[in-house]
C-alpha cells in the first residue's frame, strides 16, 4: 500500500493540525472516594482513548479487584501501582495524556489523602487548570479546601468544581446549588478567578462527555465541553525577558554561548541585556534556536545566546531586558508547602533551587502556619508534614526573583534537606523584605589577618560536641589553661554559661537548640574574626547545625571535636544529676534520653575519654592546634 | 543560514521539544557522570536527535549506552553502528559476558531470565562499571501504567532500586539532583511525549529510525499468538512450524524473540502514523514480556530495570 498524493496531502493537513492545537495541563483532586480515578477513566472510555488490549486488561482487572460488580471500574485504569490497587486507594499521581479535535490534555490524577498531599502538590505545580471533586451527599470536606489551597499557592486560575455522585442524591439541584455556593465563596476567598461548578456523575457518564438529561436545570455546559472551550493564558503577566542560564555552551574558543528555556518575555537579536546577580550589560549577538539561528525568540523556547561582549556568566545567573530588570536580594516572605518528614524548624539550613540556582537558605521565621480548612492563622514554632505557613526566608548570597503571582519561574522554589537529599518543601517567594543591594558592608582597614598577627597566632574554633558528661567542658578547660600558659588569647564559649545570658530566653526544644546553635556560631565567628582561639563547648546534638556553623569558617579555621563517651558512663558520671531527674521524668528533651543525639560522621578529631585521661587528650588537641599553626606566626617568647 | 524572524505561537510539538530539551541541559549541569541509554528504538532516535538539538553547536557532553542482549535484530546493531558514526556521539556497548558465558537465552532460560540477567542485570553493571550517576531513557508514561506514575527525574538507591511508594516530590521544572555517592538517577525526557507525538516528531524532523518499523515481506513464524520474527538461526522452529514470508512491521523493537510483529502495509511514515490513527491496541501488545504477572513492569523497575 503505497501512499497515494490524496492521502498524503491529507496526513500533512491533520499535522498540521495536531501541530497548531491547543495543550492543556489538568488536574484532577479532592478527597479520597470523590471519585477522581473514576472520572477519568469515564472520560478516556467516552472519548474512545482505550485500546482493545487496554480494555481487556481493565476487564481483567476489574473482575479481580474490582469494587463495580459485573461492571468496569474505571478507577484500576489509573491505579497502576500494585499497593494502589490492592488497597484501592491513589498514592501517586497519575499522568495521562488524551485529545479530541479541539485540544490535546495532558491530565495528573491526583490522590486524596491526606498523607500524600505532596504528590498532590507535584502535578499542581504544572497545572493550568484543576477539577476539584466533591461527593455531592458530603459536600467540601478538609481536602477539598486544602486542594483548593494548593492550587490557589501554585497560582492555578481555573478551578472546576465537579459535584460528583449526583445519581445517589436523585440529581437534587438543590443540593448542588448549596455546595456551589459554598465553593465559590472558598474560591473567591483564596483569589481564585475562575471557579466554574458542574454536577455530574462519572459512574453514569451524567455531564462528563454530554450534557444529561437527568439535571436539565443545569445550564452550563458538560466537563469536557469545559475543558475543550476554556481559556486558559499562558503566562502569569510579567513581560520582561528573563532566562535562567542552565549550561554554557564552549565548544572551542570562538563559541562562547548561554543556553537556557525562556522564562518570560521574548528577545530579538541586538537587544540590551543585564546578567543578575552580576549586573554585567552587553548585547544579544545570536539567538541558537532548536533549528538554528532565530532573529526573535519568546517565552518558552529553549535556546543558546551569544553576546557581544565577553561576560562572567554562570549557570544559575538570569539574563534580563536591561531596561526592565528583575529585583535582586536575600531575603523574602514566603508561602511554603512542607513536605518533608522531619519537621522544618527555623534556623536549619537547606538547600534551595530556584530557577538553575542553587544556593543555602533556612527559614529564619514562621510568621503563622495556616489551618486550610478555616484560613485561619494560627502561631507555630515548626512545621509538619503537610503544614502550609507564612514564614521569611534568608539565603546565603542574593538572586534574581520575581513574585511568583507575576512569574513561576522567578518565583518558585524548593528545599532539599543537607542530609537525605529529600525534596522537603514547595515555596512561592511573595516579596523581598529588603533589597541585597541596599546591604552594605562596612569596610574595615583592620582586618581578620592584621588581628591575628599583632597576637601572633592563628585563630580558630574548637567545636566541642557529645553527650552532657561526657567531658567536654572538663577537657576544653584544661586546654585553654595550656594555650593560656604558653601565651595564647583564648577564649571558651560554654553551653550552660552562655544560656544564663545570651541565650536566656531559649528553652531545650528542637526549635530552641537550633537557635542556640545559631547564636553561639556567630558568636564564635565574631571571636575569630577577632584573632582569637574559640572553644565553643556545646552539646550540640544535630548535624545540620554542626554543619550550618562549620559554613560560617573560613577553610581550616574550624576543628570539630566529638567528645565521644558511651551514654551509659556518661550516666554512671551524671555531674549534674540530670540523667538520673531526665529518668525520672523531671526533664524533658533531654539529649540521649529522649532527645536524639546524632554523633558526627567526619570530625577533625575524635576523643575517646573512656580510654585516655582527660589530661592526655587536653595535650593532644594543643599539640593539633598548634602544629595547625605557621611555625614562623609565633614570636619568640 | 535560514534566519526566522518571528517568535511564533509553540504548538504541542515545539513544547515538548522544548521541555526535552530543557531536561537534558539540567542532567548535563546537575550531574557528574551522565550517559544516555540509546536502545535503537524510535524513542532513541528521538532522544539522540533532541541531544544533538541540546547542546549545538557543541558535541554532547553525554555519552550513548547500549546494553546488547545478543539477541536484538541484526538491523538494529548495523542501524546503531551508523548511527552513532554519523553524530559522532560517543557509543559504549556493554554485553553481560556471564550471562553469555552461562548461554543464558530466551529459549533456554525464558523470557523472564533472560530479560533479567542480559537486560536488567546487565544495566546495572554498566552503570556500576563506568560510575555513571544518572541514566536518560526514553521512557514515556502513556506506555504502562506505572510508568505513568514515575518522576522526571526518578530517584534509584544505590542498590538500583526504584520504591514507588515513596518517591521525591517533583515540582515545576525545579528537578532535585542532589544523590549521595553510589544512588544515581534516571532522567526521562520524554516523560510527557504520546507515541503518536513521537511518530508526528520523527515525520516533522525527518529522524532516522531502524527499517523494521515498516512493513516489508519478512519470514516469520506464528507462536503463542505472536508473530516472531526467524532473525537468524538461533530461533529454534518447533514441529509443525516453517517460516513464511508476510508483510509485516514492528510497532516496538528489542529482543526478536520476545517481539511480536503485526501485519501491516505501512511502508511510509505517514502510512505508520495513519495506522496509529485507526489502530484499535497498544504498542506495548506485541511485547511478550509484559504479559508476565499483572503490573509486572513496576517489579522489573523496582529492581532496577529501565
Redesign the interface.
Known sequence: MTVTPERHAALAAYLRKHESRDQLRFITCGSVDDGKSTLLGRLLYDTKLLFDDQLAALARDSARHGTQGDALDFALLLDGLEAEREQGITIDVAYRYFGTDKRGFIVADCPGHEQYTRNMATGASTAELAVVLVDARKGLLTQTRRHTWICALFGIRHVVLAVNKMDLVGYDRARFEAIAAEYTALARALGIADATCIPLSALRGDNVTARSPQMPWHAGPALLEHLETVRVERGMGGTGFRLPVQWVNRPDHSFRGYAGTIAQGSIAAGAEIVALPGGRRSRIARILGPDGDLEVAAEGQAVTLTFADELDVARGDVIADAAHPPQVADQFACRLLWMGDAPLLPGRPYWLKIGTRTVGAQITEIKHKIDVNTQSELAAKRLELNEVAQCNLSLDQPIAFEPYAENRALGGFILVDRQNNATVAGGTLDFALRRASNVHWQYIDVDKAARATIKGQRPCCMWFTGLSGSGKSTIANLVERRLHALGYHTYILDGDNVRHGLNRDLGFTDEDRVENIRRVAEVAKLMVDAGLIVLVSFISPFRDERRMARALFGAGEFLEIHVDTPLAECERRDPKGLYRRARAGQISNFTGIDSPYEAPEAAEITLRTAEAEAGVLAQRLVERVLSFEPAHARPAP | ???????AR??????L??ES??IL??V??EFRNPVLLYSVGKDSSVLLHLLL???????PPIPLLHVDTTWKFREMIAFRDRRAAETGVELRVHINEEGVRQGVGPFTHGAAVHTDVMKTQALKQALDKYGFDAAIGGAR??E??????E?IFSFRSAQHRWD??N????????Y?A???PGESVRAFPL??W?E?DVW?YV??EKIPVVPLYF?AERPVVERDGALIMVDDARLPLRPGETPTMRRVRFRTLGCYPLTGAIES????L??I??EM?T????ER?GRVIDHDP??SM??KKQEGYF
Open positions: 543560514m535560514s534566519i526566522k524572524t518571528e517568535a509553540l504548538s504541542q510539538l515545539d513544547r521539544e522544548a530539551i530543557h541541559r539540567e548535563a549541569a538539538k541540546a547542546f549545538r553547536p557543541a558535541r508514561r502513556d504502562e501504567k506505572s510508568r505513568a506514575k518522576r514507588p511508594r518517591q521525591r516530590p517533583e515540582l515545576w521544572n525545579l532535585n542532589r544523590i549521595r516523560s510527557n504520546t503518536l508526528l515525520w516533522r512493513a502495509e505501512a511502508d511510509t505517514e502510512a502514523i495513519e490513527l489502530t484499535r491496541s497498544s501488545q499483572t503490573a513496576e517489579r
